[in-house]
C-alpha cells in the first residue's frame, strides 16, 4: 500500500506563489506576487515580494518588497555569506539582487541578460538562455564567465561539485544531448550524452552522480552497455522510445559507462507526462503526478514511493536533505522524504 508523506507544516498566502527556495539548512524562501485587477499591467513583469519562513515550523521571519518580479525565468537561493540572492524578471528587464537573510533589505542588484532559468550556489549563479550560458559571482554579482557556441541552444543546467551540466540541442538536427562545462572558468570539458535524442526530459545532479531522463536509451548508450541492455531486454522493450534513467559518475565523458540505466514503463500512456527528477544527498527523487518514488542515485536500488498531496498541482518542488519543499498556487508546504 502506497504512504502518504508526512507534512510538516503548511502555510497560506494571500499572495500567488511562483517561486521557492530550500538549502540544505536553514529557512525557505517563497517568491510572491499579487495579480492586478483585471489581470492586465503595463510590463512582461509585474512586481514581486520575498518571504523567508522558518525551516521548522514555517513561521515568516520576514516578508519584502523584491527588485526581482513575475515573469520569464527565475531561480533564488543562499550566498556564500548566508544571504539570499534572487534572479529573474523585473519592470526594468531581468536582474540579480542580493538581499539580507536577517531583515530583507535590498544590499546589492545588477542587470541580467533574457534568461530562461537558473541556479542559484553560494559561490556562484549559472543562468541558461537560448543562446548562451552564463555564471555570475553571487557575492559581487559581478559576470565570472559567459560559454555559447555556434550551432547549439541551451535548455536547462545542473551542477556537480566542479562540472556543470548542460541540456543542448544542436540546431544541425534538433536533437537534444548533456555536455559538461568547467563550473570554475565555463571552459567546455567534453559531452556526456551526444546529440541523438529526440528529446530529454529532465536532467539533475548531486555529489555522486548525473541523472538524465533521455527519451531513446540505446542510442545514448555506449557499446558495451548497449549490448548488456540487448542481453537483457524483452523484444517489447527493444526498440521502444519513452523516458528512461541513465545516470553518469560526474566526472564521466561520452563513452563512459554509465552508472545504472532503466527503461520506464507506465500503465497509462498519460501518466508519465509530467515527469521530472531531482537529486540530493545520495537520492534520487522521481515525481509523476502526486507521486515521488526514491532511488539511491549510485545505484538506482529502489527505496520506496509515497504520495505527496498537491504535487500534481505544484508551482513548485525542490527537495533537500529529506525535506520535500512543494509550492502550489497559494500555499507552501514541507513533507518529510527519505534522506
Known sequence: MTK????????EFTSEVDGIAIGSGGPVLVHLYDQPAGDKWIDDAIPGKLALLDRASGEPKWTSPCEVGYGRGFGAGFGRKGDVVVLGPSTSGNRIVRMSIETGELLA???????????????LCMVAGLDRIAAYDSE????LWRYQRDGER?????????????????????????????AAKGRFDGILVGPKQPTIHDLCADSGA????????????????????????TDEDLGRRGPSLLAFAPGASEGDAPLWFEKLSF??????????????????????????????S??????????????????????????????????????????
Open 267 to 296: 500503465s497509462d500512456p498519460d501518466e508519465g507526462a509530467d515527469l521530472a527528477v531531482s537529486a540530493d544527498s545520495g537520492k534520487l527523487y522521481i515525481t509523476t503526478g502526486a507521486m515521488v518514488e526514491v532511488r539511491d
Open 210 to 233: 548525473v541523472i538524465a531522463l533521455v527519451d531513446d536509451l540505446e542510442s545514448a548508450l555506449p557499446q558495451e552497455a548497449l549490448l548488456k541492455l540487448l542481453s537483457q531486454a
Open 154 to 182: 541551451y535548455h536547462a543546467i545542473a551542477r556537480s561539485g566542479k562540472r556543470v551540466f548542460v541540456m543542448y540541442s544542436s540546431k544541425a538536427n534538433k536533437k537534444r544531448g548533456v555536455l559538461a562545462l568547467d
Open 4 to 11: 502518504t508523506a508526512r507534512r510538516r507544516w503548511s502555510r
Open 109 to 123: 542588484a545588477a542587470k541580467l541578460p533574457v534568461f530562461d532559468s537558473a541556479l542559484v550556489g553560494s559561490d
Open 298 to 339: 549510485l545505484t538506482g536500488r529502489k527505496l520506496g514511493d509515497m504520495a505527496v498531496p498537491g504535487l500534481d498541482e505544484r508551482v513548485g518542488w525542490q527537495v533537500a536533505q529529506g525535506a520535500g519543499l512543494l509550492a502550489e498556487e497559494t500555499r507552501v508546504s514541507i513533507f518529510e522524504l527519505p534522506a
Open 140 to 143: 559581487t554579482l559581478k559576470e
